[in-house]
């Protein structure tokens, strides 16, 4: 009897997960952001780019909100691009060069042959969320 439910409920959890893989994740996790009432104020536009940058782009683990850690903060790179009119999406498809810390490039560099293989949505989505740090709107 134990080994049946353990069975059922591995059978429950199976097609549970592979139900959710279906859906859209991108637009399912903007929504429950949206219910706990944190990033309501971002565009759809950027709560796309911040779908990309804390998923699948994982650029998080090098870039933070307002601090340096392995990589600029996103306040900082979006300050830059703002005042020197950088084109980011044309940066992550690895078409310029660095305009933030060109000494620290080749850390970021990696990163390029990922952010290639995302769409111009995605791209555009990421600058929106980078922007949407900027002191200077
Ligand atoms: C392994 C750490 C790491 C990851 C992961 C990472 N970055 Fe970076 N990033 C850096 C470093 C270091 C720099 C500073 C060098 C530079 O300016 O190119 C940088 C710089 C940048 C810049 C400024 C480039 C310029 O013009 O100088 C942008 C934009 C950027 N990252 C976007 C992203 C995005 C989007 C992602 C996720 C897809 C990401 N990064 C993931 C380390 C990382």
New binding site residues.
């Given amino acids: 009897m134990k080994q049946l439910s353990t069975l059922l409920l591995a059978i429950l959890l199976f097609s549970c997960k592979s139900e959710k893989e279906e859906k859209e994740p991108l637009y399912q996790d903007t929504n429950s952001a949206i219910a706990e009432g944190t990033t309501s104020d971002l565009s759809p536009e950027a709560q796309l780019g911040q779908e ?2 804390d998923g699948k ?7 933070k909100p307002d601090q340096k850690v ?3 903060s996103i306040q900082e ?1 979006a300050n ?2 703002k005042t020197k009119k ?1 084109n ?1 999406v044309s ?2 498809k690895g078409n ?16 390029l042959i ?2 290639k293989t ?1 769409t111009d949505e995605e791209l555009k989505g ?2 929106a969320y ?1 922007y949407s740090y900027t002191n200077q709107k």
């Fill in positions: 990309v940058f782009g994982n650029c998080y683990s090098c870039h392995v990589g600029p790179i830059i691009y950088g980011m940066f992550l310029e060069d660095p305009i933030v810390d060109p000494e620290m490039f080749e850390t970021m560099k990696t990163n990922l952010t995302f990421l600058e980078f």
